[in-house]
C-alpha cells in the first residue's frame, strides 16, 4: 500500500511540473489521475488496490464506533442501576486472526469497547482471555463484535 | 458563544454529553467491586467521554473558521494508549493474583495458566530425574 501511495504522489508532483503551475489544483488533477493509472496497473505491482484498503479502514472504523455505542449502552445501563447486578469473568476467545499486527489490532478494539478487557493473548496468538463486565449478556456481544472485527481487519490486511 | 445560535447550542449538547459519560466513568468506578470491572468503567468514560469532548471542541472550532487537526491527533491518541494501559494494568492485575469480584462467575485464564505451570512443572520434574 506505501508503495502505491508513494507512485501516486510522484505521479501527481509529475503532472504538476509538466503543467508548470504550482498550486493545489493541478497537484490535486494529477493525484486523481495517478489514481487512475494505479487502478489500471495496479496488479503489476502485486498488491492490492489501496482505495479498497482505504475503504476496508473506513468500514472498521465505523463498525468500531457503532460497537463503541451499543455496547456503552449496555454498561452504563449496569453502572447506574440502583443495585449492581453484575456476573463479571475472564472467558477464552479463540481467534483465527494471525500475526502480530492483525491480533492486536483485534485487542485494541476489544478493549476499546466498554465492558470487555483483553487481558492475556496467550504465547501461539491464538487464544485472547477477555474480562467482561457481564458475562450472560456480554459474551454474546463480544463473540458477535469480534466476528465482525475479525472480518474487518481480515479486509485491511490481507490482499 | 451563547445559547440562541442553534449551532452553538449542539455543540454545548455535545461536549455536555462528553462530559456525562466522563461523570458516569467516574460513578461506576466508585461503585463498581473489583480492579478490573473498575478498568472498564475508567476505560469507558477515557473513549467516549473524550471522544465527545474533543469532537464538540473540534466542531466548535471549525465554525469559527479553523480547522483544528490537533484535537484528532488528540482523539487518535487517547484511543491508541488507553486499551494498553487497561490491558496492562489487568494483566499486571492479575499475574500478581489480585483475586476477582466475588460475583465473578467463571476464570479461564486463572485454569489455563494452572494447566501451564503443571505442565511447566513436569517438565521440569522430568529434566530433574
Known sequence: MAVQVLINLFIGFLWMFFQDDWSYISFFSGYLLGLAILFVFHRFISTKYYLFTIHAIVQLILIFIYELFTSSILVIGKTVKPKINIKPGIFALETSLQGDAEVTMLSLLITLTPGSVVVEVSPDNKVLYIHAMDIPELSDAVLRSKTKFEKAIKRVTRQ | ?129
Open chain 2, 1 to 129: 458563544m451563547n445559547g440562541s445560535n442553534p449551532i452553538e447550542l449542539s455543540i454545548a449538547v455535545v461536549i455536555l454529553m462528553g462530559t456525562i459519560f466522563g461523570f458516569l466513568g467516574s460513578i461506576g468506578f466508585i461503585r463498581l467491586p473489583d480492579v478490573y470491572n473498575r478498568a472498564h468503567a475508567l476505560a469507558k468514560s477515557s473513549t467516549l467521554g473524550v471522544l465527545f469532548v474533543l469532537v464538540g471542541t473540534f466542531l466548535f472550532f471549525l465554525f469559527e473558521g479553523y480547522f483544528s487537526i490537533k484535537l484528532f491527533l488528540g482523539i487518535f491518541f487517547v484511543f491508541l494508549t488507553s486499551p494498553v494501559s487497561t490491558h496492562l494494568i489487568c494483566r499486571s492485575a492479575h499475574h500478581s493474583h489480585v483475586e476477582l469480584a466475588k460475583e465473578s462467575v467463571r476464570d479461564d485464564l486463572k485454569e489455563a495458566l494452572e494447566k501451564d505451570t503443571k505442565k511447566n512443572t513436569n517438565i521440569a520434574g522430568r529434566l530433574m530425574e
